[in-house]
């Protein structure tokens, strides 16, 4: 059984930083890519970064230079540290797992999901 679950959400001023975790369970967590993905309300989910074993990572393009995606190999914790945040990122944030060894940020080919966090950027 896979098991993912996020935490660090909450709220932040325009410009602030956030650090999620995402606590995996199993062996899948060094076989498996890994991705954050970020839905805010009346919109579609999008993808906001991915990371595979072999260190591969991207990011969407509004992330760009923000937005890091890393992982504790020991721990078992992916993480994604949101540096000068931005309301527009405002989102629930939702950690993914994936057995497929391609780096994407499409959504339908990640299998396993965590329940989500929130993270609220607002002045």
């Known amino acids: 059984q896979v098991q993912l679950v996020e935490s660090g959400g909450g709220s932040a001023h325009p410009g602030g930083s956030l650090r999620l975790s995402c606590a995996a369970s199993?062996?899948?967590?060094?076989?498996?890519?890994m991705g954050w993905f970020r839905q805010a309300p009346g919109n579609e989910r999008e993808g906001v970064a991915a990371l595979c074993v072999d260190g591969r990572t991207t990011y969407t393009g509004s992330v760009q230079g923000r937005f890091t995606i890393s992982r504790d190999n020991v721990k078992n914790i992916l993480y994604l540290q949101m540096n000068i945040l931005k309301p527009e990122d405002t989102a629930m944030y939702y950690c993914?797992?994936?057995?497929?060894?391609?780096?994407?940020?499409?959504?339908?080919?990640?299998?396993?999901w965590g329940q989500g966090t929130q993270v609220t950027v607002s002045s």
């Open positions: 993914a797992a994936s057995p497929r060894l391609d780096l994407t940020l499409l959504d339908a080919t990640y299998p396993y």
């Open positions: 199993g062996a899948i967590y060094n076989r498996y890519c």
